[in-house]
């Protein structure tokens, strides 16, 4: 059997995901048509969650049981995990009685760890470090709008955090270019833009980066455990807002997505999300019906 996991981007090929994006939206088709396909029946998802979420655990939960399976949700308070039980250990004990694990955690090494000793096929649903899921949902969202989105020039606005992250990956991946705008300080760490120079850019304010764009990208301020710097980053991102004046650079038919929750008056102005250009509802939908092809790739690499 293949195990194969998704940790990163970079562990499937340009190739296969352009294969997930492609079933992804024949999946949304089906929904849509209220067509019922279960593949897996029988089949149990198993959520770690050390990290708060809406549109993950509503996404990968209506998901597997749209596929004829279920979804068991694990939280620390759940589970050893969180009583100092080592990663090593209650992989292997969760792997042996799952199909397909998902894990939504802090520092990326516990993903990596845990999926090291892990007998079935486990994604990443955020860390610290990278955030794959969103690109997939992020990608399949502008395809479905504009088509390809090799070539493109997108522009990241805002902190250098785990979606800018998976963003650098994306480009090489799928073959746009992408400008990142980023207060100093709260630039992209330089382990995560080593070998993208090709595809990456470092641009000094957020109108260099819309100019010209097809697609901009923000996401908030303060993520998850930085809410005691709010005040510091308010101040250092005030001329980081996406907002209407900032889409008259781009491109006519930019798009703009954000992958949320939005914090209105902060990273955005207040009418932002309505904005002709916004597809950002379809962005937060998409989740479901790229990550119900994502798992479906996983669990049939797994069965070969």
């Not at 279920?70 to 759940?78: C, G, V």
């Not at 998850?224 to 209407?244: C, H």
Request: hydrophobic share 40%; aromatic share 8%.
């Amino acid at each position: 059997m293949a195990l194969r996991h998704f940790l990163t981007l970079r562990d499937l090929s340009s190739a296969e995901l352009e294969q997930i994006i492609e079933r992804a939206q024949e999946l949304k088709k089906l929904q849509h048509a209220n067509q019922v396909y279960q593949p897996f029946k029988g089949k149990v998802l198993g959520m770690i969650f050390e990290k708060s979420s809406t549109r993950t655990r509503v996404s990968f939960e209506a998901g597997m049981s749209q596929f004829g399976g279920s979804a068991i949700f694990l939280s620390p308070r759940d589970t050893q995990l969180g009583r100092g039980e080592p990663i090593e250990d209650s992989a292997r004990v969760i792997s042996s009685m799952l199909d397909i694990v998902m894990i939504r955690t802090f520092g990326h090494d516990i993903i990596e760890r845990f999926a090291a000793q892990s007998k079935v096929p486990v994604i990443n649903a955020l860390t610290d470090d990278h955030h794959p899921c969103q690109l997939l949902a992020d990608v399949q969202t502008f395809v479905e709008h504009r088509g390809s989105i090799k070539n493109k020039t997108v522009a990241w606005i805002g902190d250098g955090n785990n979606m800018c992250n998976s963003y650098i990956e994306a480009g090489h991946m799928w073959g746009f270019k992408l400008k990142i705008a980023a207060p100093q300080g709260y630039e992209p760490k330089p382990e995560f833009l080593k070998d993208f120079e090709h595809c990456v850019e470092l641009v000094s304010s957020a109108e260099e980066a819309a100019k010209n764009a097809d697609l901009i990208v923000t996401d908030v301020w303060a993520s998850m455990g930085q809410e005691e710097e709010q005040k510091i980053r308010e101040k250092a991102f005030a001329d980081y807002q996406v907002n209407e004046d900032l889409m008259k650079l781009a491109n006519p038919d930019c798009l703009f997505m954000h992958c949320l929750p939005a914090h209105r008056g902060e990273e955005i102005s207040e009418t932002m999300l309505d904005h002709q250009s916004a597809v950002v509802w379809d962005e937060a939908e998409n989740r479901l019906h790229a990550q119900k092809a994502l798992m479906e790739f996983l669990l049939l690499e797994h069965s070969k």
